[in-house]
């Protein structure tokens, strides 16, 4: 559902132990300030003991606004040890790009932001490459050229990290950025920073996935969006997709299809995420797609 | 998630005008009775107005056996104008098998059944053909020929209507039986009444939709599994899906690869009924899958 | 494989009826001037008794150069009466492309051709809308904006014909181009004219295939890249594909995950033709993927 | 193509060195004995120089019989340097399948080869435990009990190879068989012993892949059908496929929905190896699907 067309809604999610009574209360208190669901997703994790919600509730017939809401749920919250937060959709997230030579992720992410497929502003795109400039400026949107030499690459990151917090960042999307992440940026954005993996993790970790998939001769290819975190290619799986191969596919078309699966997985990642489908605990993630 | 491991449950199917606090009344009402949410989902249907629900409902602790469920709920159910039903998930419901001469559908349903997969009773098998009599008496099944003559269907149809009824069969699965049901069967078993079309619906309505599909040139066949109502093909879609064909496909292998997607989606759609996941309305079904 | 990368080639594609001895004469004669095979795909449709064959063939050693082999070959293609052509695959197509208000097929086509993935010559792109002028233009190519008022259509198809003319295209694609093309314009081009269709075809033939898969209910949508005939999306379908939906797909939802669809279908079947992967009998095509 | 319905076949089956003039000279070979090519598939890969191809040929025009075919072949053969082999399709191959205690597979595949779609004898049915025996023999299939107690394994494979030998096996199939198979025997049946994995290769190697990708959060689970070598799950693959799991998915759904790749995947892997679409080069398989 595509929740932007759904008129002015709040999105609130939580997790929590599982108990008797979670939805009821939450929905009641939902119901109680006049708060219309829109849509509801619930799951628990009965070998976890965790229990999972989102809703999207129709604003324009609440008694409170977000303020108020927020205020009021907290007590309902602390009574379940909830981890939670409640978003205004109409509000957009700021998502900032980072990017390296290849064009094809970051190219398909701008222009489902052009056509109003992605609901999200774009403060800016960063990457180490000047070759994308262009395409990225005629979408109005600014440039930053970083480059990552090898003798210095902390000032790199420094640069980076100031520019991603100038443009004020609610998520950081890596659009095949070939560099890896320092650990600071992968805390201070966790369950916010979002990368394509070329492959079908976990198989294939690390560099240059495509050149082993030939070798081991797999017959699908895949690729994986996951949030960043510390350990290279491990963190909480968003989305993954995968396409068909054949002994006829040299390493060359494997990178070409492989491409079409990226794009596809990349954006279907950031958007579940920027929807607010996707809930992290420990190192998986829910995702109410 | 498979619904019968999950201890002793109570699976709970409404739908409703759409109204601000069912959810909340629903679960109030579980949670009044002592009754954990195991797995709940929703879906409004905005353009319609219209509320789905289903919840399973762990029994252990609940206050209220089934008949004090029913008789508590009916309140509520008249309050929000709805339709719905409570089923114990342990009671196995009593599915009447029908096929002809083509061995697939049921080898592969049977299978399912004998290794615990398909949660189900298995009455009787009804054919209108002999060749499948041993495959289902081996799984200790009995197994009724009723050979249905062109020039008269009615007698054959009241025969099979009488096995069915002496059965008490909740629900009649069309594994490939290739007569056309009589209104007065998909009157009485409305929404309980299974077939596989062998062709991705709404292509290749009727006959031989191989050969159709052949001569069409597509290069995906499909198969679609959907509950029977008097218009041949008409029916609700429970679930659908297709595998990839060539030119160098031949008619034989559409029939081939057909029979292996035909298999899984009948399977798949059994599955969604037995488990309570598919509530109808018009011509269309919501699918909790 | 990415013809292309291959070093310098010719691609030889014929047709004929079958008969005894095809492959080894031709390919004898590929021997014969020194060529080597670097692809080759047949196909024998029996029941038609006709043979498809493609050869691909590195041009370094060759003792010919086109217009030899080309008349050299005129005499083995006689003798079997075949529909046949050789072309130096060096020598980039020209295709045209029109498009219509929705930006998504051209966008993703541009970009590919832009980042070398598709091999082809765009002389320009045509419109019935100014809308994409500027990101037509960004990548290099003129834009001609023709629009087709509904009191003279014919007008503008002779404007449009006139345009493709000069461009001397060898290739047209209608990127959801949403007027229905001229029927001279359908004949000129035959075989060499592709389309995009927005459904899974056959299913909902002619418009808003969207609207009529919701209203059906189905459980997968596709897209169908075919070429186009007087037979409104009667012509040879080249490729296809679908994405799963659900009962909380909206209409808009549907339309959203078909362009993925769309774009990803008319990109392969593009690729194909312009690969000479792809040869059309009747209503059929034989495509060597 | 369903090769044993096309009328009496030889299929020839070679690889090796790439030079230009193979396919001339053989297929000239072909016609020169008045055979008729019903089918016919190669591989060039160049990176690696080789080159791969397999005919299916009309017996009844033949001017010679296999043996003479295979006698005036040879010498070409020598000339290439060629690996090949020539086989009577009519001819049915024997395959010995060894099974445990899960039914899946094997109930798959005898259903498919009792049903006339599987082409190939099934001499016998090899399993350490004793409860697929009864559905074996419905079959008319001889089923062997052969336990393999922790203490003394070399007795029981002894004993199992004793039986694959007597029945003079050319393929062995593992369908779902839990056992690891001793060295000797994975180098006798080289390249003709098939083993389903049930994890998507090289995901997940080794005992528990449910469990492993349960715990990583993957969004496909798949299978893999391949040739076994000494190395465990490191054999060239002949097939893979996947399906959608989510968050819901428990492991045991996971199990069940693994079930289902795991059937088609092998039954596919084997019905390629016994069409000779199979040719294996270190540790990859060329397949012509």
Redesign the interface.
């Known amino acids: 559902?595509?929740q932007e067309?759904?008129g002015h809604t709040f999105c609130l999610v939580t997790s929590c132990p599982d108990a008797?009574?979670i939805?009821?209360e939450v929905?009641?208190f939902?119901?109680d300030v006049?708060?219309?669901?829109?849509?509801?997703?619930?799951?628990?994790?009965?070998?976890d003991g965790w229990f999972?919600m989102r809703n999207v509730i129709a604003v324009d017939?609440l008694s409170v606004d977000i303020e108020g809401f927020r205020k009021n749920f907290a007590e309902l919250a602390d009574k379940f040890d909830m981890k939670w937060y409640v978003r205004d959709v109409q509000k957009k997230q700021k998502v900032v790009m980072l990017a390296s030579h290849s064009?094809?992720c970051l190219?398909?992410l701008l222009?489902r932001w052009?056509?109003n497929?992605l609901h999200c502003d774009i403060p800016c795109v960063i990457s180490n490459h000047e070759n994308l400039r262009?395409?990225v400026e005629?979408h109005g949107i600014p440039f930053h050229y970083v480059p990552v030499p090898k003798e210095d690459k902390q000032d790199a990151f420094d640069k980076m990290n100031e520019i991603i917090e100038r443009h004020d960042a609610d998520t950081v999307v890596l659009a095949r950025y070939m560099q890896i992440i320092p650990p600071e940026l992968c805390t201070k954005f966790q369950g916010r920073l979002i990368n394509i993996h070329h492959s079908?993790?976990?198989?294939?970790i690390g560099g240059n996935p495509y050149q082993k998939a030939y070798d081991?001769?797999?017959?699908?290819i895949?690729a994986t969006s996951h949030y960043v975190t510390e350990d290279l290619d491990e963190g909480?799986?968003?989305?993954?997709?995968?396409i068909r191969v054949?002994?006829?596919?040299?390493k060359?078309?494997m990178v070409?299809l492989g491409?079409?699966v990226e794009k596809?997985v990349l954006?279907r990642g950031l958007r579940y995420h920027l929807e607010d489908r996707v809930i992290v605990r420990g190192?998986?993630?829910?995702?109410f797609?």
Chains 1, 2, 3, 4 share one sequence.
């Not at 909480?236 to 995968?242: A, C, F, L």
């Not at 190192?283 to 995702?287: D, F, L, Q, S």
């Open positions: 559902m595509i067309n759904k008797v009574g939805v009821a929905t009641r939902v119901a006049n708060g219309s669901l829109i849509e509801s997703n619930h799951h628990t994790d009965i070998a999972y017939s064009s094809h190219a398909d222009h052009h056509s497929e262009s395409m005629w079908f993790l976990p198989s294939f081991r001769g797999v017959k699908l895949g909480p799986i968003i989305e993954q997709d995968v054949s002994h006829s596919s040299e060359d078309d070409r491409r079409d596809s954006a190192n998986k993630a829910v995702v797609s």
